[in-house]
């Protein structure tokens, strides 16, 4: 059974920090690229960050390039998405998916952060 499962959000102020993990199994996680989507409330959902299978290159939506920064841990099989000067506007879910954008294999359950004072 595939299974990816997001973790560490929560609420924070605004300017705060938080990082998040998605840890996978149930496919060979070092075969794929790996992206993080958000859905903010009322909103379709968006990635804002993806990384190669060998953690070699990462690229970036604009909304969130210089702030977020993905890693990943291949014998972990687990994604990370470090999230610094968040903005009330990064208020979403946020959940990994095997792949990049737009073609995904599989995606998770997400965590909920909340930027707000």
């Known amino acids: 059974e595939v299974q990816l499962q997001a973790s560490g959000g929560g609420l924070v102020q605004p300017g705060g920090s938080l990082r998040l993990s998605c840890e996978t199994s149930?496919?060979?996680?070092?075969?794929?690229?790996m992206t993080w989507l958000r859905q903010g409330p009322g909103k379709g959902s968006e990635w804002v960050a993806a990384i190669t299978k060998d953690g070699r290159s990462t690229y970036y939506a604009d909304s969130v390039k210089g702030r977020f920064t993905i890693s990943r841990e291949n014998a972990k099989n687990t994604v990370y998405l470090q999230m610094t000067s968040l903005k009330p506007e990064d208020t979403a879910v946020y959940f990994c998916?095997?792949?990049?954008?737009?073609?995904?294999?599989?995606w998770g359950r997400g965590t909920l952060v909340t930027v707000s004072s």
């Open positions: 149930g496919f060979t996680f070092a075969n794929y690229g």
């Open positions: 998916a095997a792949g990049i954008p737009y073609n995904y294999d599989y």
